[in-house]
């Protein structure tokens, strides 16, 4: 099983220092790499809070300054974006990074892109559907030709240039739709589930739906691969990480609160969240190990599982944290 | 007086190894901060050729690699890209070089992009002119108010992050064309004049233009900043340079004649444009400086000169060359 982390590259309070926020960032890259983790994730946002509008420079600088980890989006707003640019930003990260790159598409948890380039929401899973339908097009033929509603006419046009991967890795990143669950496994693409609160396991049915639809359409078992996005945390003892991340934790949850109606759990609720079967993944590195298997198992089986820690925790809680998945966990990840 | 280099990160022979190039390109960059020059841009094509596609990913990489070096386009072709993705992403760019980001913006000298992206030739000047005006309203902004005809409207619309420069750079490229002298003098915008061959005296009227355009419209003197960019390479001596440089120039100048018309200049023929008026900046470290000092008067005075090597010399050439220039040619400009 893969290790990653996902950042969603946090302004720091007040916002006085993004230009350090941004170069941290990119040393927990460097040090993930370092580790041992297998990918990193940079999140795609349009608002104060994040500083990863342009997640592709992130990632070319973070490619780089590592070696072996994978650089991932999490996810890559496909439906305000251009199909065109997003494959040619991940072509160039992938011969930056000599084969690492891979995207993982969806269709975005927020809004907020959709007035600035100018889209209109009634139009949500449509204009995902046909830009994904472009960008598999993108990545399996030098030369294009297609026509669609949301993106002007190609017609004979190379797009340059290519990766050095045979088939650039596209995931598909899903919420909660069923229908999302349907699309990647037609289309037999690698799924990245996030599962943000709640228990893990109530996702299985839906996992399986995935595996049943893409078998019907013909892809192998090996083929229909799972991952897992959860908020995640690791420090010496489970009392040590959740009094480290709740308080952070509860603060974004609560900032939440106007604009999607969020509550803030209270400590016994997200200790719950916490507990055996809960989504987040938080604790010492043997309690997270155990309930990364739980989750794996309880989904048929996860090819990655992804750490979002990036709640507001300091730099140094979050490079420990880094430390102790890539030193403790996946060691005994791979001795089970 | 500062230095720079553009590179279009042309792809080798055979285009077998694009990867390798990437990284020798990065390496090129990161040996430039090293040596102490002040300025490394990326420019921005749609063809086999070059790996430019996506200038931002290989600046943002180079950024995470370097301490000193500016890091701009060389040229950012605006007609066919979102002036608020180019803002974000040179933001970021900002970001993670700690302040080190520049754009220069023009109309670009190839087409290609114009069908990708879906754009209209007929409407080349209007494009441009109207998106060169959003993105100064993004550099001076953070809530956006726009229309306009190319590009959906902006109401209120918020656009993060912010770069750390309080007044990121924006330097208009131009070529020959005398309205794009005017147009840079009357926004005070910096510019950047490609003298790709002839005499680069002859460019003194226009220049003068621009600089007369902008005093009208209000601008100081130390605000209308003038750069040029030409074709140029440093070698040990002057017979060294041409050997090496003539070459690989007149196969990129023969492969044009299909597509443009442009016929190869006999070896006679470009010595004399690399004679000293001529456009073509080559020679040992002492004869580069003195056309450097001498094109600069010619042209009333110049604040960066970019040199353009990239026609398909080795890496170890221009490595080589690279160094010459930093350790040579800029120390004997700044004793001048």
Redesign the interface.
């Given at each position: 099983m893969e290790i990653g982390i996902d950042s969603f590259a946090a302004?720091p309070n007040g916002f006085e220092d993004?230009?350090k926020?941004?170069?941290e960032l990119?040393e927990r890259i460097a040090l993930a790499d370092q580790v041992g983790i297998d990918a990193f994730g940079i999140g795609e946002h349009?608002?104060?809070e994040?500083?990863d509008?342009?997640p592709?420079?992130?990632?070319?600088?973070?490619?780089?300054?590592t070696k072996n980890i994978k650089l991932t989006s999490a996810v890559t707003v496909l439906s305000t974006s251009?199909p065109?640019?997003v494959f040619?930003?991940f072509?160039?990260?992938?011969?930056?990074s000599?084969?690492r790159a891979e995207i993982v598409t969806g269709r975005g948890s927020f809004t907020d892109s959709f007035?600035?380039?100018?889209?209109n929401l009634n139009d949500y899973d449509a204009i995902f559907s046909e830009k994904l339908e472009l960008l598999l097009i993108n990545r399996d033929n030098e030369i294009v030709n297609w026509s669609g509603l949301f993106?002007?006419?190609?017609?004979e046009?190379?797009?340059?240039?290519?990766p050095?991967q045979k088939k650039l890795p596209i995931w598909l990143g899903v919420g909660g739709t069923a229908a999302s669950f349907t699309r990647a496994g037609k289309l037999g693409l690698p799924l990245m589930v996030a599962v943000i609160g709640g228990q893990t396991h109530k996702f299985a049915p839906l996992v399986e739906l995935y595996r049943k639809t893409g078998e019907e359409a013909g892809f192998s078992h090996e083929e229909l691969i799972v991952g897992l996005h959860s908020f995640g945390y690791v420090a010496n003892t489970r009392e040590e990480a959740i009094d480290a991340f709740y308080p952070r934790y509860a603060e974004v949850i609560a900032s939440m609160n106007k604009e999607r109606g969020w509550v803030a759990p209270s400590r016994e609720q997200f200790e719950a969240q916490a507990d055996e079967k809960g989504a987040i993944v938080i604790g010492s590195p043997d309690e997270v190990a155990e309930k990364i298997i739980r989750h794996s198992k309880a989904l048929g089986g996860i090819s990655r599982f992804n750490f979002q820690m990036d709640v507001g925790l300091s730099h140094e809680q979050m490079k420990k944290s880094i430390e102790l998945i890539g030193k403790e966990v996946v060691p005994l990840l791979n001795s089970k």
């Open positions: 302004s993004n230009a926020a941004i170069q990119l349009y608002r104060k994040f500083l509008s342009a592709t420079t992130i990632l070319a600088a973070a490619a780089a300054r251009d065109v640019r040619q930003n072509s160039t990260i992938d011969l930056i000599n084969g007035p600035l380039f100018g889209y993106r002007p006419p190609l017609r046009q190379a797009i340059y240039p290519r050095i």
